[in-house]
């Protein structure tokens, strides 16, 4: 290497970079680069050269091409960092020893090698993969931990929300009372649970104390790992970025569960007549729709990152999901799978509204199988003489949300089932073809268990198992999905 070389070599990281090149073999011995700015000026070089050598093709940059293999993420990177800077100052690399010929050959293989190299990043790490799946096992646990929180009415125990302080629970005789002197001055005490004694009270706490401890836990398995992953360089850029996403939707979860339960707590409870305490349906169903998707995030990245570690799988399914037959179906996969979500959404109004104490009988409600008060809010009548908006109905009334429900499940079905059909017709990847069986079996369970719990008035461990079946259909929607999507990292 001469003095140049080592000079520049010296004072910038791309000089660094082309005497790298030099010393591992380029073939290059002149690199000509009009530095009155640009590149080696930010080194504080002036350096003329003659352009005696034919310049190769119209990218003053091509040389990088011609570099050893072994240099090319280099490159790309030093390539990509002058392309930004670009000043036509910059004028051509030229490469004193190769032949015209010769050099053509090299640039069209390179040429290719730098464009694939430039579009795809390496994937991330099998163990981020992992990771993202466990993280998406332990959403499933807590969604069905909210489920039993709010079936065994314990949802509104805890009155306050203390990230830090809230994680421990009351030890002493003195502290379980002062707990239990909180509760008593909200709605849920007052109106329902006045008879309640404390061992009573410390049961429906330790329910509500969990669940949190388990949102809590979820947050710290997911933050510190990702930290330590993004830091030593295991995840691609994409998903670190969506990393970032994911652990702020954890903290909204968080803070949206609080605003759930404050809704439940709110003193105009006592005003209104009937009035039963509960949190508002609203916020049930965006703190259930934002674990959902959560969770769906989750699986779907973890699921991408192993599968894009097996080249020889990507390779196969990029084949098979060319077919027009395969891309129809996968739209209709993708229609069904929201159909999935909205479904669930809607449960979640029944929920809210504890909408599945009425009309306990299956396919008809009451005389017909329309509820004959599906529009009681939204019509006149002697005891509502200002109806609402017919939207009101869909929304807040439980029987017009129950009939929703119904009407979304049984689409749903149907849409698991016509889907199942088409795939009998089409040529799928062989784990495509185990997630359509698993989605029409896992829909004919989850509609029975939807039935029976409404049938027998909604009983705990029917309703928590209908829910938790609801989290089971939604992933094999998705996995679906994923067995029929290409994605490179
Ligand atoms: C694709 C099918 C279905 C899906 C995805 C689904 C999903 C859900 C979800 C997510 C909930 C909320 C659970 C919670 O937050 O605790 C729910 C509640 C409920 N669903 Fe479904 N459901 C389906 C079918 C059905 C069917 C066919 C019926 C009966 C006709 C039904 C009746 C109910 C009832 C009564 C509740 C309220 C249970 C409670 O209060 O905990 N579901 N559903």
Do not use: C
């Given at each position: 290497m001469n003095g140049l070389y080592r000079t520049i070599a010296g004072r910038t990281r791309s000089g660094r970079f082309f005497a790298k090149a030099l010393a591992e073999g380029a073939r290059s011995s002149t690199l000509c680069v009009n530095a009155k700015s640009g590149l080696l000026a930010r080194a504080g070089l002036r350096w003329q050269c003659s352009n005696t050598f034919p310049r190769i093709g119209s990218d003053p940059f091509n040389m990088?091409?011609?570099?050893?293999?072994?240099?090319?993420?280099?490159?790309?990177?030093?390539?990509?960092?002058?392309?930004?800077?670009?000043?036509?100052?910059?004028?051509?690399?030229?490469?004193?020893?190769?032949?015209?010929?010769?050099?053509?050959?090299?640039?069209?293989?390179?040429?290719?090698?730098?464009?694939?190299?430039?579009?795809?990043?390496?994937?991330?790490?099998?163990?981020?993969?992992?990771?993202?799946?466990?993280?998406?096992?332990?959403?499933?646990?807590?969604?069905?931990?909210?489920?039993?929180?709010?079936?065994?009415?314990?949802?509104?125990?805890?009155?306050?929300?203390?990230?830090?302080?809230?994680?421990?629970?009351?030890?002493?005789?003195?502290?379980?009372?002062?707990?239990?002197?909180?509760?008593?001055?909200?709605?849920?005490?007052?109106?329902?649970?006045?008879?309640?004694?404390?061992?009573?009270?410390?049961?429906?706490?330790?329910?509500?104390?969990a669940?949190?401890?388990?949102?809590?836990?979820?947050?710290?398995?997911?933050?510190?790992?990702?930290?330590?992953?993004?830091?030593?360089?295991?995840?691609?850029?994409?998903?670190?970025?969506?990393?970032?996403?994911?652990?702020?939707?954890?903290?909204?979860?968080?803070?949206?569960?609080?605003?759930?339960?404050?809704?439940?707590?709110?003193?105009?409870?006592?005003?209104?007549?009937?009035?039963?305490?509960?949190?508002?349906?609203?916020?049930?169903?965006?703190?259930?729709?934002?674990?959902?998707?959560?969770?769906?995030?989750?699986?779907?990245?973890?699921?991408?990152?192993?599968?894009?570690?097996?080249?020889?799988?990507?390779?196969?399914?990029?084949?098979?999901?060319?077919?027009?037959?395969?891309?129809?179906?996968?739209?209709?996969?993708?229609?069904?799978?929201?159909l999935v979500f909205l479904t669930a959404m809607s449960g979640a109004f029944v929920a809210g509204l504890d909408a599945g104490l009425i009309y306990n009988e299956f396919p008809k409600m009451g005389e017909g199988y329309v509820p004959s008060d599906m529009w009681a809010m939204s019509t006149r009548t002697e005891r509502n003489p200002n109806p609402g908006p017919f939207w009101k109905d869909l929304l807040e009334n439980p029987s017009a949300v129950q009939f929703n429900h119904r009407v979304l499940a049984m689409t749903t079905a149907s849409s698991v089932g016509a889907l199942w059909l088409y795939s009998r017709r089409v040529k799928l990847p062989r784990n495509a073809r185990l997630a359509v069986n698993a989605l029409l079996a896992m829909a004919g369970v989850q509609v029975t268990l939807g039935i029976t719990t409404l049938l027998y008035l909604v009983p705990v461990p029917l309703a928590a198992a209908h829910q938790s079946g609801s989290l089971t259909l939604l992933s094999i929607a998705l996995w679906l999905m994923h067995t029929l999507r290409y994605v490179k990292r």
């Open positions: 990088f091409e011609r570099l050893p293999t072994s240099l090319h993420p280099n490159a790309l990177r030093i390539s990509s960092g002058v392309r930004a800077q670009h000043s036509s100052t910059v004028a051509s690399p030229i490469l004193a020893d190769a032949s015209p010929v010769q050099g053509k050959e090299l640039q069209t293989e390179h040429t290719e090698q730098h464009r694939q190299d430039h579009q795809e990043e390496a994937p991330s790490k099998p163990i981020v993969g992992w990771w993202y799946l466990f993280s998406g096992s332990l959403v499933f646990g807590i969604v069905a931990i909210g489920g039993l929180t709010r079936l065994t009415e314990s949802g509104l125990s805890i009155v306050e929300w203390n990230l830090i302080k809230g994680m421990k629970p009351p030890r002493s005789q003195q502290e379980w009372e002062e707990e239990f002197e909180k509760y008593k001055q909200f709605p849920e005490y007052k109106l329902l649970n006045h008879h309640m004694t404390l061992p009573e009270f410390k049961s429906i706490f330790y329910m509500e104390w669940h949190r401890m388990v949102g809590r836990f979820i947050g710290l398995s997911f933050i510190i790992p990702g930290a330590y992953f993004a830091y030593k360089g295991h995840m691609s850029k994409i998903i670190r970025n969506r990393s970032l996403l994911v652990a702020a939707l954890i903290g909204g979860q968080g803070l949206l569960g609080w605003y759930m339960v404050k809704s439940g707590l709110s003193d105009e409870i006592m005003e209104k007549a009937h009035a039963v305490p509960r949190v508002s349906h609203y916020w049930l169903a965006a703190h259930l729709g934002s674990a959902f998707t959560i969770y769906s995030i989750m699986l779907v990245t973890g699921l991408d990152i192993l599968r894009a570690n097996k080249a020889k799988a990507i390779e196969n399914l990029r084949l098979i999901l060319k077919h027009a037959d395969v891309i129809k179906f996968r739209r209709y996969a993708i229609g069904t799978a929201g």
